[in-house]
């Protein structure tokens, strides 16, 4: 991505045919004063500006014509003089239903101050089932150490379950979001989380409706993560759910139970 133009995909375009287990997805961060937001998957053109009546839905509007995936970047920043537009301030209010994701991890600022994740938990509150994916925001292909601002090429790196190497494989994953952010960029860990119901079933990122009482099977697999733990937040908040969280061996799975209450509930 580069930020309000495309003039970048020229380079995709001739550098795409020689690689042939890499997809090269155009973007652009569209960039204002009052927020910054990455479209993926197009090169048409786009008015960025957001001034007099064209507020952030017309934009928003706009985007959604070209069937691209929106993600509102780096949401908890300042904007003022020392990141001027940084934070997610739009006035009027924009429509969140307008948007796909939301970036919870840029550079290493995970589990700090400036994480977009407590953002992220607000509007899964408010309804919004936008999908969290993490961007390095690399301002120089040089950069080999990652911090607050930015991180190096590919920390952290979305994964995406896709059902093709494509641009349109890849957004669907998106927008479906069956996604999870390898802070470090690892390039080998693994994450998945399937519910079943009866004869239902959906993977991360899906919905599940259970009647009041009706009893759902949570499995969650992990790879490559020897030493960590699985921490299991039901509506913004640290759920007991499992016994035994501590993950032991490099491939491991975990189950629990969940019985329906009449009310909707997240879990991540």
Known sequence: TDHNTTSHANAIRELQPYFD?????????????SGH???????????????GERDWNAVLRDAQRLQAVVSINHPIRPSDERCMGCGWTPS?????????????????????PYSGIAFWHAQLD?????????????????????????????????????RALSTPGLL????????????????????????????????????????????????LRAGHTAGGRVVLWVDGREAAVLDAPAI?????????????????????
């Open 21 to 33: 287990r890499l997809l090269l997805v155009p973007g652009r961060e569209i960039t204002t004063f």
């Open 37 to 51: 937001a990455n479209l993926f998957g197009s090169v048409a053109p786009l008015d960025f500006r957001v001034a």
């Open 92 to 112: 009027p209010a924009a429509d969140l239903r307008l948007l796909q994701a939301v970036e919870v991890v840029n550079g290493m600022d995970a589990d700090t």
């Open 126 to 162: 408010a309804g919004h089932r936008l999908t969290a994916i993490g961007g390095s925001d690399n301002h120089d292909a040089g950069q080999s150490l990652s911090g607050l601002g930015g991180g190096a090429v590919g920390q952290p790196t979305t994964v995406v379950h896709a």
């Open 172 to 219: 669907g994953g998106l927008r479906a979001g069956n996604v999870f952010v390898d802070v470090q960029g690892s390039r080998d860990r693994a994450m998945s989380m399937r519910a079943t119901a009866g004869t239902r079933s959906v993977a991360m990122g899906g919905e599940l409706p259970l009647a009041s009482g009706e009893r759902a099977r949570f499995e």
């Open 248 to 268: 032991a061996s490099g491939a491991q799975a975990f189950a629990f139970d969940w019985t329906g209450g009449g009310r909707a509930h997240w879990l991540r």
